[in-house]
Nanobody, 118 residues
């Protein structure tokens, strides 16, 4: 059973930066896709960024150039560096370990809150 526990969320003013991290307690199978998703109140969960086994990455258009996802296989962490944050980035951020990128399926953490004030 993969256990994911997100950390690093918080409150920041518009234009600021935050880094969220997802260490996992059990070494996951290397062919998993690791993703960061977010969900704002009243909105559907959406993919923010994903990193594949090959190391390639994928980002939502709204965060390209501002967010960076990285994976440390030795430390078993997946981090999301978020820069130039704006209020539309607010929401609960979830880490997921999956076979394919999807808003459902796989193993999920309970989420960490990110709030960006204007």
């Amino acid at each position: 059973q993969v256990q994911l526990v997100e950390s690093g969320g918080g409150f920041v003013q518009s234009g600021g930066s935050l880094r969220v991290s997802c260490p996992f307690s059990v070494r996951i199978v290397i062919d998993n896709v690791m993703g960061w998703y977010r969900q704002a109140p009243g909105k559907e969960r959406e993919l923010v960024a994903a990193i594949f086994r090959s190391g390639s990455t994928s980002y939502a258009e709204s965060v390209k150039g501002r967010f960076t996802i990285s994976r440390d296989n030795a430390k078993n962490t997946v981090d999301l560096q978020m820069n130039s944050l704006n209020p539309e980035d607010s929401g609960v951020y979830y880490c997921a370990a999956q076979k394919v990128v999807s808003t459902v399926g796989g193993s999920w953490g309970k989420g960490t809150q990110v709030t960006v004030s204007s």
